[in-house]
């Protein structure tokens, strides 16, 4: 089978790819750095020739809103024409879960936008929305620092490690359309603000977390359900603590 995996060069997919190819499929790790660019259509036909199977995890390179919406939508627009014409099987797509639940954050509203246009194509698809990833967390912490004093909410978050969400993927890949959404989370729940004092403490850092049920996470107010997957979510088997044990030694 032939699978084109977009953003191939990234975090997950090149883990993606990497699985992929040891299962014994042809995979093409698609990316501007291999010449195939989905805001401009640039070797995408050449790319998608002859393949079943695409999966996107290609993300924007700016978060403002107005930039973030535009990449999703027109990377999302070139790459579903590009495989109809292509006659793809199955498109796979990874997005976030509850983007629905955070409506004041661009970035959320841009994958509600890229999953739409998904929905609306014809082409048989599998949307997986996976919770943050461990490899996020620093810079979600710092989202709330204000010198040395770090304001988050309380609000649970359910955070999953990137190699697990790229084993589900790659699953999803070689597996039947779901035509629907798919999600994955973590196999523990923290309130953020607690989160960020493991991972501070973790690294050495002095800074002091403060519990705000105000703080807003890029925008929005957070409550229990926001970031924490439903419960026939796939969970991932690496525990937090062990991760952060592994990565701050």
């Known amino acids: 089978m032939k699978i084109v995996v977009i953003g191939g060069s990234g975090l997950i997919g090149s883990n993606i790819v990497s699985r992929l190819r040891l299962y014994g499929h042809e995979t093409v790790a698609a990316s501007p750095r291999t010449g195939v660019n989905t805001l401009t259509g640039e070797g995408l ?25 535009e990449f999703f939508q027109t990377s999302g627009r070139n790459l579903l024409a590009a495989e109809a014409a292509a006659g793809v099987e199955h498109h ?65 978050i359910q955070p999953i490690a990137s190699d697990d969400v790229s084993a589900v993927l790659a699953d999803l890949a070689v597996g039947a359309p779901v035509n629907g959404i798919v999600e994955v989370g ?13 991972f501070l403490a973790a690294h050495h ?14 925008g929005d107010e957070l409550n229990d359900r926001s970031l924490v997957a439903g419960d026939d979510a796939h969970i991932g088997p690496t525990r937090f603590l062990n991760w952060l ?5």
Do not use: W
Request: no cysteine.
């Open 92 to 156: 796979v797509a990874l997005s976030v879960v509850g983007p629905d639940r955070l409506p004041q954050s661009g970035y959320f509203r841009a994958k509600v936008a890229q999953e739409e246009l998904i929905k609306a194509s014809k082409i048989p698809y599998t949307i997986l929305r996976s919770t943050q990833f461990f490899e996020f967390i620093e810079g979600i912490v710092n989202s709330g620092a204000d010198g040395d004093t770090i304001r988050l909410s309380p609000a649970l």
């Open 186 to 198: 973590g196999p523990d729940r923290f309130p953020l603000d607690e989160l960020a004092r493991k």
């Open 45 to 69: 036909a050449e790319a998608l020739a002859g393949a079943q199977v695409v999966v996107d995890v290609a993300n924007s390179p700016s978060f403002e809103d107005r930039a973030v919406m």
């Open 245 to 249: 044990s592994r990565t701050s030694a």
């Open 205 to 218: 850092d002095k800074r002091q977390v403060i519990a705000d049920v105000h703080a807003r996470y890029f």
